[in-house]
């Protein structure tokens, strides 16, 4: 044996479950980067707590200067540290793993995590120190110490490397031929999240590396210029989310259930849409500053944003699709819905997953199309709409899919049976179930005019005015304190079950799937049949998905009632009719 040989030995395991060939650096980032994103996640869901128990005002836990500290915490661990720390994970498991392929620059990835860490750990300790109490937006003139700036300048540029870490896998991946035919659809998602990525951090080194020189009085700084800089960032980081989130679905479809990809060329032709489009969204972060025009604002929040619209409502058919056909294809062929009744609902990837479709498509897109209406966005902008779908969006719908892939990389990356596996099979159903009654609760809090952002939203602490909701926002906030608590419940369950695992967990050994032990998700003990041609396929094409065409056609009527609403709620503040 040549010392070639020996040393790609070394450098890589294979899986058992799959097959595939894993770089073991890349195995070990994957596991570095999702620690430390549960970690950021524990920060944020504990000001979580604090922040819905002071919103519910017949509690109104804590005082104001804690309750803006806490709301800035929470913002940057939930939709910043955690979330990107977890698509760096995504990143080196989509590339290396999926594709067979060695990590080019093993130092250069544990460089870039290093750099994460630091810039999470310095602004983290800004803001608990009560050093930058201005919220995760930081608009100008509020000003933090120059450390949280700093900090977070860190981070990106750690996440920037590890972007293009990714691209140069893929691209080396191609050259030295270790995957057969096109890129895999998940792998092609995840080349998409890294593109927006490298877009959304080169923004925001545009916008935060002048800040951080203003923070220090050596330059000034427009207000309006930092705001339409830094919602480049702000919102498309979230875009970033959604492809991640997307191509989790199609690899838990098919891990789960064997789902099927119904038409790879439009899948693909949906992520491409993301990359050219899903930024202009941003502009409805905007629609209410006067700095920018009428035409500017129509054509970002119209006809150019409605073209991202597309690209996730086509997700959001294929992949339902595809799960009905792969389920087909395991022999439910009986009438319109066996398919969906019989699905291994007690595997949490798979729970977790569907609920991250319905939460994210039918409470956060329908909310999220109609508020990104320019005429519509002036009776929601700054209520308690805004939280309440991006709460739907980017935690009913990115974070739960992030906890249902990760019943599957705690067996197959970390190779421990899950802890708790009893409470792990509930835990995707307590936090949708509290997520879905707070963003609920939220979004009608705003409907009925309710601030956000606001420490005291009854005005009644020595405001020159008082403000008299209807006597109902006393139940929606109620609403809202008690989903919250029941999600973070769900979110506490989640982390505990993730650390036993990691840190206390049995590993798998031989035997263990074969004897389908307790603690390993369906789709790890009986691998679905992957099918992507043949007589069967042809047949359940003929077939097609009746069952998700009814779904669909109920959720395009939720979306025209609710739109339309909006329409007649406007009317009546413009007193037409």
């Known amino acids: ?100 392929s060695r990590l080019p620059a093993p130092k250069l990835g544990w460089v870039a995590f290093g750099l994460m860490v630091v810039g999470m750990v310095v602004t983290n300790g800004t803001v608990f120190t009560g050093h930058a109490d201005v919220l995760f937006t930081s608009y100008p003139p509020l000003k933090a110490h120059p450390l949280y700036y700093l900090g977070i300048i860190l981070f990106a540029v750690g996440a920037l490397i590890v972007s293009f870490h990714f691209i140069a896998t893929v691209i080396i991946a191609k050259k030295e031929g270790t995957f057969e035919g096109s890129m895999p659809l998940v792998t092609f998602g995840a080349l998409t999240a890294a593109i927006i990525a490298v877009i959304t951090l080169l923004h925001g080194a545009l916008i935060y590396i002048p800040t951080l020189l203003w923070s220090m009085d ?11 800089i830094f919602w480049a960032l702000g919102h498309s980081a979230q875009q970033i989310n959604v492809a991640a989130m997307v191509s989790i679905w199609y690899f838990l479809a098919a891990m789960t259930v064997g789902g099927v990809v119904i038409n790879e060329k439009i899948s693909r032709t949906a992520f491409v849409l993301y990359v050219l489009f899903i930024s202009l969204a941003s502009a409805h972060h905007l629609l209410v500053d006067p700095g920018m025009g009428p035409a500017w604002k129509v054509w970002n929040t119209s006809y150019a944003m409605y073209l991202a619209v597309l690209a996730s409502m086509i997700h959001g ?64 902008h700054n209520t308690m709409r805004l939280p309440g779908h991006f709460h739907a969006t980017v935690v009913g719908g990115t974070a739960l899919s992030f906890m249902a892939v990760t019943y599957y990389v705690l067996p ?9 596996w009893g409470l792990a099979k509930v835990q995707p159903y307590i936090f949708a179930g509290g997520l879905t009654l707070m963003a609920m609760s939220m979004t009608f809090m705003g409907v009925f005019g309710v601030p956000r952002r606001h420490w005291d939203t009854s005005f009644s602490s020595g405001a020159p005015f008082s403000v008299d909701f209807h006597p109902v926002v006393n139940l929606l906030q109620a609403g809202l304190g008690i989903g919250g608590l029941i999600a973070a419940t769900g979110v506490l369950i989640f982390i505990a ?52 065409m009814i779904l669909v056609f109920i959720f395009l009527a939720c979306f025209v009632i609710y739109y339309f609403a909006n329409w007649k709620i406007l009317s009546f503040l413009w007193k037409i009719g």
Not at 335 to 341: D, N, Q
């Open 497 to 548: 079950i993730a650390v036993v695992t990691v840190f206390f967990g049995k590993r798998i050994v031989a035997g263990d799937i074969e004897n389908r032990v307790s603690g390993l998700p369906s789709g790890v003990l009986s691998l679905p049949k992957q099918i992507h041609e043949g007589e069967d396929m042809e047949r359940v094409h003929l077939k097609g998905a009746p069952g998700t």
């Open 317 to 380: 058919f294929t992949v339902p699709a595809g799960i009905e056909m792969g389920q087909r294809l395991r022999g439910f062929t009986s009438g319109t819905f066996e398919w969906l009744r019989k699905a291994p609902w007690g595997d949490p990837g798979f729970s977790g997953m569907i609920f991250s479709i319905i939460i994210f498509g039918f409470f956060g897109g329908i909310t999220g199309v109609t508020i990104g209406t320019e005429q519509i966005n002036i009776i929601a």
């Open 412 to 420: 197959l990356i970390f190779q421990k049976r899950i802890a708790f």
């Open 1 to 100: 044996m040549t010392d070639l040989t020996q040393s790609l030995i070394d450098r890589f395991r294979v899986c058992s479950v799959t097959g595939l060939k894993v770089d073991k650096t890349a195995d070990n980032l994957i596991k570095a980067n999702a620690v430390v994103a549960i970690v950021c996640m524990l920060f944020g869901v504990i000001a979580a707590i604090g922040l819905v128990l002071t919103r519910w005002e017949a509690v109104h836990l804590l005082p104001v200067g804690l309750f803006y500290r806490f709301l800035t915490a929470h913002g940057l661990n939930m939709l910043i540290f955690f979330i990107v720390f977890f698509e760096m994970a995504i990143l080196y498991f989509a590339g290396p793993v999926l594709l067979n």
């Open 218 to 228: 050596l330059m000034p700084m427009d207000a309006q210029v930092y705001r339409l």
